[in-house]
């Protein structure tokens, strides 16, 4: 194998370990989310902010994952990983 296929495959293990990180981190964001959603409790209970801010951090990471993945496929192509 070439440093070419050596280096493709170091990016590949760091960007599925970035995305096993994120994975993770939404993962513990949704079930925060579902906690304050909770259907039990009344609507004056709502901390409508604090989910808000975390709606919006687990957008973040949606799209990071999801920018994360399309690099992983194009190296896997590019390479024939």
């Known amino acids: 194998m070439n440093n070419e296929i050596y280096i493709a495959k170091g990016k590949l293990a760091e960007l599925q370990d970035t995305l096993n990180n994120i994975e993770i981190r939404a993962d513990s964001l949704l079930i925060q989310i579902r906690e304050l959603l909770n259907p039990a409790n009344d609507f004056f209970e709502f901390d ?17 994952a999801r920018e994360i993945q399309e690099k992983i496929r194009k190296i896997k192509l590019s390479y024939n990983l």
Not at 49 to 58: H, P, Q, R, T
């Open 48 to 64: 409508t902010d604090l989910i808000l801010e975390l709606v919006k951090l687990f957008r973040e990471l949606q799209l990071q």
